[in-house]
């Protein structure tokens, strides 16, 4: 799942479009993405078989942030150690954004839990501003006349910066999480929180009843299907879990493709099941968020979906948050030492939020880079790793030789399909989905 982006935009996409259009194009995207990632692999391959820069720490990698780095690792030692540090830092900056977006989502939710549970003093002392003010409705109240709702909407919405108590937890886990490793154990446990969740929804579901809008073919709406399909599945989906598979990078070209087609086909019933669920459930997802559907704020919310909601939303934030810092210092330790690689996994991400919500432009910030990191993650990398290497004399050299040709015209085919699907969800977030309130980066 996403790092706090599109946690109802891929059921709204359902309800939109219909569910046979919908899950045509999430089988589209999974084809796409296997195809992309098995010749990204061949291309690393090739890179170590021809004893180039070996790959560290990629074995045991489990969570979706570790793939974005751990990628930018391998082409910056794909394309020689002059470019190394450069992209481990582009790598580590666009990542660091988008959990910005989980800090935000967690630290929301926890503001209006401590306010519900301590009343509006204990808030008032968990949550210092620099702009007490800004957490009254009424310019001239004092800090203690503020109800729990104007402390959560007015401090945030006005712009001012909040220090909360979720902000303190998280940093506190992020210092003792620099120690350690994302291990198999952990991508197991991981595994099996996003199943319970998927059964949560399901059972959930049998106890609501089938209440939301959904049509073979909805309205037809083909912008605002492909947009949500590329921020659903580019971000949270690209270069997928074959980084986890052990011996990955030591097999052989002829069989690195069925991990990543057992890895794609994975995540796509995953994301189809949550989305479907979803989508046949609540009637009225567009004029919800996340967090309005978890703390039922102006809406009546059966109790059962409220915890069906929360449960698949903190499993889909708080794993990236907690692999983040892991993430960060193994990418950085080798090129910029321990202390430095430590003081970026702790402070990256407390200190972009900070500016962020400081200059009041977190949602463009975070939805156009959002954009570039996707574009730059699952078209271009595989599509240019694949040129360059159609092209030089190190392509992958098939022990069947008659085979050679046919698999690299239908991989250029594959990429050049992918260019033209990532035009058009340009051309779509900029015309169609607009008329749904879905601009550019809003399915995030």
């Not at 939301?212 to 037809?220: E, V």
């Not at 919800?288 to 809406?299: G, K, T």
Request: proline share 4%.
């Amino acid at each position: 799942m996403l790092t706090g982006a599109g946690f109802l935009a891929l059921p709204r996409m359902y309800q939109e479009s219909g569910w046979i259009l919908g899950i045509s194009f999430t089988v589209l995207f999974t084809g796409i993405t296997a195809f992309s990632c098995d010749a990204f692999a061949k291309a690393c391959y090739i890179y170590k078989r021809n004893d180039g820069p070996q790959l560290k720490e990629l074995t045991s990698s489990a969570a979706e942030d570790q793939i974005v780095l751990n990628a930018g690792k391998m082409l910056a030692n794909i394309t020689g150690p002059t470019h190394h540090s450069a992209f481990l830092s582009l790598g580590t900056a666009a990542l660091t954004f988008l959990n910005v977006s989980a800090i935000r989502e967690v630290s929301r939710a926890l503001d209006d839990i401590f306010v519900l549970l301590f009343g509006n003093s204990g808030g008032l002392t968990l949550y210092p501003t620099f702009e007490f003010v800004a957490s009254c409705t009424k310019s001239d109240s004092a800090p203690g006349d503020c109800d729990g709702s104007d402390l959560f909407h007015d401090a945030y919405d006005n712009g001012a910066v909040i220090i909360t108590a979720g902000y303190c937890l998280l940093c506190a886990a992020c210092i003792v999480l620099c120690s350690f490793r994302i291990n198999d154990t952990m991508q197991k446990w991981m595994y099996y929180i996003s199943l319970f969740c998927l059964i949560e929804v399901i059972i959930g579901v049998s106890c609501i009843g089938w209440e939301g809008n959904i049509t073979p073919f909805g309205s037809g709406n083909f912008g605002m299907i492909l947009e949500v399909q590329f921020f659903t599945f580019a971000i949270g989906f690209v270069i997928p879990v074959w980084l986890s598979t052990p011996g990955i990078m030591e097999c052989s070209e002829k069989d690195t493709f069925p991990p990543i087609r057992d890895a794609c086909v994975s995540r796509g019933i995953q994301f189809t099941v949550f989305g479907m669920m979803m989508a046949l459930t609540f009637k009225d997802i567009d004029t919800m968020s996340a967090i309005n559907l978890v703390l039922d704020r102006d809406n009546d919310v059966d109790p059962l979906t409220q915890l069906c909601a929360f449960i698949l939303l903190a499993t889909a934030i708080l794993p990236n948050i907690l692999s983040y810092t892991i993430t960060v210092k193994d990418n950085l330790e080798e090129d910029f030492g321990s202390d430095f690689a430590n003081g970026a996994a702790f402070v990256l991400p407390w200190c972009s939020a900070f500016l962020v919500y400081f200059g009041g432009s977190y949602e463009p910030v975070v939805n156009w880079s959002s954009i570039l990191l996707s574009s730059y993650m699952n078209f271009l990398i595989p599509l240019w790793l694949f040129l360059m290497y159609a092209r030089s004399d190190t392509v992958v050299t098939y022990k069947v030789a008659d085979m050679r040709q046919p698999r690299l015209t239908w991989l250029s085919i594959v990429h050049w399909v992918g260019v033209l699907i990532c035009v058009f969800v340009i051309v779509g977030g900029l015309q169609g989905p607009a008329d749904v309130g879905f601009g550019p980066g809003r399915a995030l």
